[in-house]
């Protein structure tokens, strides 16, 4: 029955796999690609070599020939950028925190329930508050939708050099996608303790804070430590801004030709980013399934 | 026993866990150490040469062009939107959205062909059945193993990290280091996810098949592919969603996306052309953002593919 009514031979699974050939050909074609770009450049052959042949000794010591007087040892300043590395990532998720909390309560639904006896959910919402509604929407889509790179760049241009411009730029975006997922958790999480309470006579404000977020917390704990993972990323990648976490030593070995050092950069923020993904995963797990 | 001791009991029996409590003195160890720093703290921001320099840029650099000097009006802004959109944005803004079609359908090509191979249910001398603490093959838990370890791999560095190192190796003026930074990356992300939703299949199905003399290939044709598409597709527009952004800023580096145009009005101290084309990245991330939250949900709502 399906076959004689189908205007055309395929399936939709079969139309899913055209339309992405048809977009992979249509954005290949449209950037201008060939395959022999993807040999190296020329006169980078040789560099391929130097590079790749690099990663299996990476540097323990400076590479270059003269280093200056009473520098620390190149191991030493390994140590002090994964810990930048690291706390950079720490101050900006903090700060990042901080500032969601208000936008997430503010953008769900639930936050502004009044539960009834017997009628749960109805929403009705403060004047004010459904008011700036909107704005407050659009303020979070805008902190998200702009990399945390180009906030780097808009903020470095308004105020000049700061160490707090980086945090800054980690935290505006990561703000707002917290707000946005926190937000969502809170709604989604299930309603059944805040209706028992809300049953029993509390206020409001106590259902949701007693009833609601406990339900919602260890999935937004679990999100949160997912997200201080892409800090780390981030925060590396932040050095090639000029500020002193590992990406702003690999961007200095790398213009340098010191491709043993830039290994050693690499397998640096690999180790960096490998234990955190394990220590997060393993306490996501036990949070998620306790 | 009263209620007050009931709450002790329930208290003292609660589950704790030394692990639990050891990660959160060290997160907040980490915390307090990255703001016991003096120089990440904002305060400075607003004292001395820093408030001038903050002005200029709000009053006069960011203003744009044609506002400038007041003899013009909104009319002219309009006309100086369109010139740069015309010019450099329109094209920047496509090649953006190429680069990431691009590298998501590579990402997921690779994710949905060997994700299956990290899957503990599939990836074992006999598929699909319960093995009844028999023990496992060797080989297979090799290629589990190394699937795995690939995906990890490939995740582990920053696309921008990566397409800065690709960037060198393939030569300046196009796309592909931003292309494959964001198809590697992204291969790893969709292959542990799609690894984790094979596992989480239904083994019915895949039993029944097995039974009536399928092999292991037979299973990921008429199987596991079938099933886990919706999820997949999920996947793979969230995913897609974050090439979007990322790809604008990895035109920083050279490539010819948004972030190209950004960097080189930077350059130029042309502080109303970057706030032109950060805001025109905005806005493109905001839409693929909705689509890709349209896609989803109607994937989540039918399932219209099986």
Known sequence: M?????PFPLGPRGRLLVAFAFAGALSYWFLGLSLSGLLPARGAGDQLGAFFGAALHPAVDYEASWVPEGAPPFLSNVGRAMLETLLLAAAAMSFAILLSIPLALWTSTSFWQR????AAGIARKSK???????????????????????????LLAAFGDHHFLAVLAIAIPFAGTLAKVYSEMLDEAPTDSSEALAEAGLAPGFCFALGRLPRALP??????????????????????????TIGYYLKLSYENLYYREVWTWLYALIVLVLVFEAWSARLRRRWVAR | MSRVEEIR??????PRSRFLRWSGVALGALVV????????????????QRVHNLERFLERELVPYPLRNGDRGPADLFGWARDLFAAKGGEATLSTLAISALAILLAAACAWTLGPLAARNLSTARPAEDLQGKPESRAWRAVRGATFALFVALRALPEYILAYLLVALLGPGHAWPAVLALGVHNAGILGRLSAESVENLEPAPLQALRTSGARRSDLIVAAVWPLSINRWLTYFFYRFETCVRESTALGMLGIASLGYWISDAQANHYYDEVFFFVGLSGLIVVVADFASARARRSLR????LR
Not at chain 1, 2 to 6: H, M
Not at chain 1, 220 to 242: K, Q
Request: glycine share 6%.
């Open chain 1, 128 to 154: 004010l508050g459904r008011a700036l509604l909107p704005f407050v929407r659009l303020v979070i889509a805008c902190m998200r939708s702009v990399h945390e790179l180009l906030w780097a760049v808009v």
């Open chain 1, 219 to 244: 999935d937004m704990t679990a999100y949160t430590f997912y997200r201080f993972e892409c800090a780390v990323r981030s925060s590396a990648v932040m050095g090639f801004f000029g500020f002193p």
């Open chain 1, 115 to 118: 539960q009834s006896r017997g």
């Open chain 1, 2 to 6: 399906n076959d004689l009514r189908r």
């Open chain 2, 9 to 14: 009991r329930l208290r003292r029996e609660a």
């Open chain 2, 33 to 48: 150490a990255s703001w016991s720093d003096t120089e990440r703290w904002p305060f400075a921001l607003f004292r001395g």
């Open chain 2, 301 to 304: 709502e039918g399932d219209k």
